[in-house]
């Protein structure tokens, strides 16, 4: 029995849920699954320009779409509360003094434009940009001056000199940073607001956190996180970085793959099963190749498998889980879906067609509405039959009316065409479309007239 892990989600409001963090968010509820431990949810909403509380709402909603369910978070409570660190002021008060008593930090009162061009000099002498620590040795009549002025300062940590940091990434394995490499970096904005290095690693350690898992962009955060947590006395957490997800093309998944928000594909009718089963095979090999339902996953779920290298995204896989998922589904379930609840006889009939709710208009239409113009491709089709074959499938449709199987032993008779010279033509002309389900049913929920009007149309000579 492995001991009880805590893992978390800390998702910034600043946007829509997309795949990629999503996917974290899963694989972090999926160990503490495993382990028999505990998922968290935080809301890193400390940058008021950026965070909306819609933002908030949608994800929550998306995760419980995904069917993921937490332990303690903004909307269920725990120990740890608040979970919205915009509320949190108070507890970072605290954390800001103890540094304050340790000569850990000290105030920055450079202006954006100030910093702008100490990078700018750096860059152009060959040196990577970061704070030259000009504020560091302040004294104090220099601060009283600068404060006299009406200046607001941030507030930086002072990375202390030549130490080594070290940890072993869950993902990357051993790592090794320099601190001589590191800018004092803030952890307080001039508005008064927790930075995120601060209050993400701060509330990681308070929340009892153990394992923090997270997209490959956080990796070199970590050892300055690290640096905070050792000056403030907090337990360092595990860190693990998972390869960031890639479109088709290899590049990281951004707006000009689509939009990839979890809502899209829920909009598009993507059922939360087959995004599951996706997200697990993203940078992750488990022990089982075949779908899994939810609750089966955590004991499949393989931690030590993770990947460094990025994931590639590819719908065609997702159509896949798709179809596996709805396969698993009773008629009853995709009438809900498909929003014909109840309609038994169409569910039966489209079901195995489809793989998206879209993919049932054309046979919505051919039972109840117009039909579309006919492709190139299916015109050959109805042309090759000829108008002497559609006047004998009007004759057999009077005689015959929803009987399919009379209907084409009858029109076989009159015209000796067999195989897929019978079939096609008709099925082209009363759905609009080479292929699709069985007729037989088909044809009995069509409005005979319909029926009699689609055939007529290509019995008339050109
Ligand atoms: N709020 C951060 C983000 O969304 C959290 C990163 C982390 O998981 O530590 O990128
Ligand atoms: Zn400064």
Known sequence: MSIPLVTRFAPSPTGSLHLGNARTAFFSYLWARKSGGRFLLRIEDTDVDRSQTRFTDEL???LRWLGLDWDEGPDVGGPAAPYSQAQRG???RGMYQRLEHKGAVYPC?????ELELSRKLQRSSGKPPRYAGTCRALNAAERADREAQGLRPTL???VPADVIIEFVDTVHGPQRFLSADMGDFIIRREDGTAA???CNAVDDALMGVTQVLRGDDHLTNTPRQLLLLDALGLKRPAYGHVGLLVGADGTPLSKRHGSKSVQEFRQRGFLSAAVLNQLYRLGHTGDHDGWLALADMPEHFRPEH??????????AQLLHWQKESLGRMTDAEVGAWLGAAGDTDFVALVRHNIVLPADAQP???AIRGELAPLGEAEQRIVAHAGPAFFRAAVAALGEAGQDWKLLTSLVRDHTGRKGADLFMPLRV???GQAHGPELAPLLKMMNPATARQRLEVHAQNP
């Open 429 to 431: 002309a009363l759905t």
């Open 306 to 315: 993770l990947g460094r290298s990025p994931a590639r995204f590819d719908e």
């Open 60 to 62: 929550i909603k998306d």
């Open 109 to 113: 009162y450079c202006s954006a434009a």
């Open 196 to 198: 995120f290095f601060f």
């Open 156 to 158: 930086r940590f002072a």
């Open 363 to 365: 046979w919505i239409a």
């Open 90 to 92: 108070d507890v970072y």
